[in-house]
């Protein structure tokens, strides 16, 4: 099948909303951006089964095989899309592979809500090593980085991604324009935006 990124960045987008909205409904002194990475991964993977697809959590990297310096595993992504009809045994390499970010503007630190004096270089780090991964890994059809950040507006997080795929470049990575939308959120801790950026690195149509 043919991925189509703007189609699994709306899906992402509404399932985020929802889960913002359903925070605010139910009047949580914490809000969406006081979730750890691993449970807005959660989020997504939800609303993406919800529409239809089968999605594989924290799969094996094909080609990447060996770690990276001070770790004992291989490399995992996130999240890996199949088609509901996808044939058994799954061949996580002809989905669509998806690595997740969440960074905040603001965070709480040892449950205390602060500025996150590390958010731009966690965001740039991300970018450039989750793009590289995808990039580095040929049997890969398609995949693609979703970046969920948390800010005070709409503006830094735009400045921000600017910045993150500037370093890309500089390292070689030549990703498409980002897709990008956003969403308010309740201004609890010093974020009142947040922004759902998809990178993707295409399709291939020669993918081993």
Known sequence: MTWDPHEIHAHCLQSLQQASRQFDDEQQPKGLDALP??????????????????????QHYPQLRRPLAGQSARERC????????????????????????????????????????????????????????????????????????????????????????????????LPPPPLHDSFKLADRIGNAICSVWLTSIGERKNAK
Not at 119 to 143: F, H, M, P, V, W
Not at 150 to 164: K, N, R
């Open 78 to 173: 996130d999240l890996v899309l199949l088609p509901l009809d996808a044939p058994q045994p799954h061949d996580p390499a002809s989905g669509f592979w998806l690595e997740v970010k969440s960074v905040g503007q603001f965070a709480y630190r040892r449950g205390i809500p602060g500025p996150n004096r590390q958010y731009s270089t966690q965001l740039i780090a991300a970018l450039c090593n989750d793009l590289q991964k995808l990039e580095d890994d040929r049997q890969l059809r398609a995949g693609g980085i979703l970046d969920v950040l948390f800010t005070a507006d709409e503006a830094t997080a735009t400045h921000d991604i600017a910045i993150a795929l500037s370093r890309c470049i500089d390292k070689q990575l």
């Open 37 to 58: 990475e691993i449970a807005i991964q959660s989020i997504l993977a939800a609303g993406l089964e919800s529409r239809g697809w089968i999605v594989l959590r924290e």
